[in-house]
RNA sequence: CGGGGCAUGGCGCAGUUUGGUAGCGCGCUUCGUUCGGGUCGAAGAGGUCGUCGGUUCAAAUCCGGCUGCCCCGACCA
């Protein structure tokens, strides 16, 4: 690609809006373009890096067994009434009615999407086990957007669903799943850490969290240094200490949706002193959607945190409702445990039949039976995955891409006296198969200089009258700074040889 | 949804306190100059000051409604 042609003006002052590194980064260097809160277009870089991504993902998914296909971003609501979601989840799922009265939902997931095609599509033990995956686009109408591409509204995910006829078959493309996550990251060059999670709206039995640490995160993560022990702040248990008896009393109102029905209860926490409230516990507890905190009424429901110690008041319930804190004991092996904070880049949960069940999704067994098809649900956000890299791989000029995911691989510069050699050479590299951005422009060296460093593709080439009177191409390494002079001549074995390196 | 902030040319900002009809830097166009780290000079183009209404002889500026965006919290992949 001509850069001449390219529409993607380098930005050199950080525009006003963003807040974090990677974010501003990837608007200077025009891979994005914000379009409203949470809503982005993505330019031909940032295009070709999310087109990267999503290769290594298809690799590893076919790797798996994996069947391609792809699922609609418009669902009929009625699905999601079958489910249970569409009373469940309040204002972030979109809503839409089409013209003729009915009403539709934008897809926040696709989880009764499958469950749907696996009710046509699966009749005997003999068609599992089964694993579909697509990408696709989401909407969440999240109250709050932030850090760009971080945490938008509008994403791309790769979703990845198993159909099993049970549990162990469940178990193992969960676990091949956790392997192959793994994978698609080292290969992407995102460090990421599986810690326990809650299983949220999704429902299920278990789920982990893919975790990429950084302090612009947005979840809290306890991790033990004795033991290995890691979980979200959602799920995190932990010892309770000894307290002295004193403690705090919290009212909530919790909202339960039992079918269509919407049910209110008063509930009153009791915690030790010191310790604070963990809302997913609490939710799980009473079952509950959400909680809004109340004050003076009379409580349904006393529930006490089983580390208080001297409560005479009322008990309907004991139970652990308490958030883990940096420094307390780990449940396992009593060492402290520490937070970090963390963005949550995939997830896997065993959603086991909660959603066969209430759709009807069933297969005949080996015994003539009908049996609730038992599913797992993988999902990767693919473009919170690259504002997720682009914080991770920058420097004070601009981004610096590994070979992987760079949108293309070599960055051509041709200055005075280079642009004849520069054309070919150009030519010569695309027919050996290598993705160049040709910086063919009437700039300054100074300018295509500062704007590959923005850009921060691997390679740098550029070729001038002072390169060829040194004896070639000067080669630079975006990741290290490291120059090198080139024969023209030996220039595709110099690229090809590096690149496969890496 | 609660709290806070912002909205002026493509981008970043000043001007608003104290009302008098809009300015700076970058970018863009043309010419010259320079040519390996965002050269230098000259001449230009480009703005219903988010929007609707009010006050006033006069509103970017004062008052009110609305919209959008950002940040903190709640929430969340």
Redesign the pocket.
């Given at each position: 690609m001509k850069m001449s042609r390219l529409m993607n003006?380098?930005?050199?002052?950080?525009?006003?809006?963003t807040?974090v590194k990677g974010h501003e980064l990837l608007l200077r260097a025009g891979f994005v373009r914000?379009v409203?809160?949470?809503v982005f277009s993505y330019l031909h870089l940032g295009q070709r890096a999310l087109q990267k991504l999503e290769a290594i993902m298809r690799q590893e998914m076919d790797a798996l067994g994996g069947q391609e296909i792809k699922m609609p971003l418009v669902h009929p609501a009625a699905l999601w009434q079958a489910s249970g979601r569409w009373y469940e989840i309040d204002a972030?799922l979109g809503r839409l009615v089409d013209r003729n009265g009915r009403s539709l939902t934008l897809a926040l997931s696709h989880e009764e999407t499958l469950a749907e095609l696996a009710r046509q599509e699966i009749r005997s033990y003999r068609q599992l086990p089964q694993l579909a995956y697509h990408i696709q686009t989401k909407w969440?109408d999240?109250?709050?957007?932030?850090?760009g591409l971080i945490?938008?509204?509008e994403?791309t995910m790769l979703d990845s669903y198993s159909l099993d006829a049970d549990d162990a078959g469940l178990a193992a493309q969960y676990q091949a799943h956790y392997d192959a996550y793994f994978r698609i990251f080292a290969r992407c060059g995102l460090p990421v850490l599986a810690v326990e999670a809650d299983v949220?709206?999704?429902g299920g039995t278990q789920a982990d969290?893919f975790m990429y640490l950084t302090p612009i995160g947005?979840?809290t993560l306890l991790l033990c240094d004795g033991c290995g022990y890691r979980a979200n702040r959602q799920v995190a248990t932990f010892r309770k200490p000894e307290t002295g008896g004193d403690t705090q009393a919290m009212q909530f109102v919790a909202e339960l949706v039992v079918g269509e029905e919407k049910l209110e209860r008063v509930v009153t926490a009791v915690l030790a002193h010191h310790s604070q409230l963990n809302?997913?516990k609490l939710v799980h507890l009473l079952d509950a959607q959400?909680?809004r905190p109340t004050a003076d009424q009379a409580t349904d429901l006393w529930l006490v945190d089983d580390g208080v110690t001297g409560w005479s008041g009322q008990v309907d319930k004991v139970a652990d409702i308490a958030a883990a804190q940096d420094g307390d004991a780990c449940t396992s092996c009593g060492q402290p445990l520490r937070t970090v904070r963390a963005v949550?880049?995939?997830?896997i949960f065993k959603l086991g039949t909660r959603y066969s069940r209430t759709m009807g999704v069933t297969f005949v067994d080996a015994h003539g039976v009908a049996q609730p098809i038992v599913m797992g649900s993988y999902?990767i956000?693919v473009?919170?995955l690259l504002a997720c890299l682009a914080e991770q791989h920058h420097d004070a000029?601009g981004l610096v891409w590994p070979v992987a995911i760079a949108p293309y691989q070599v960055h051509l510069l041709a200055?005075?006296g280079?642009l004849e050699t520069a054309v070919s050479l150009y030519n010569d590299l695309q027919q050996a198969g290598i993705d160049v951005l040709f910086d063919d422009r009437e700039?300054?060296?100074?300018?295509k200089?500062?704007?590959?460093?923005?850009i921060g593709l691997p390679l740098r080439l550029?070729?001038?009258?002072?390169?060829l009177a040194?004896g070639g191409v000067?080669v630079?390494i975006r990741g290290d700074g490291e120059?090198a002079v080139v024969p023209l001549n030996d220039l595709l074995n110099h690229v090809t040889a590096w690149l496969a390196e890496q």
């Open positions: 003006e380098t930005v050199r002052e950080a525009p006003s809006v807040e914000q409203a809160a949470g972030e969440r999240d109250p709050r957007p932030r850090a945490r938008s509204r994403f949220g709206m999704m969290e947005e979840d809302e997913t959400r909680l949550e880049v995939a997830n999902g956000g473009t919170r000029a200055l005075r280079g700039e300054r060296p100074g300018v200089f500062n704007d590959a460093d923005l550029t070729l001038s009258q002072r390169s040194a000067e630079k120059t």
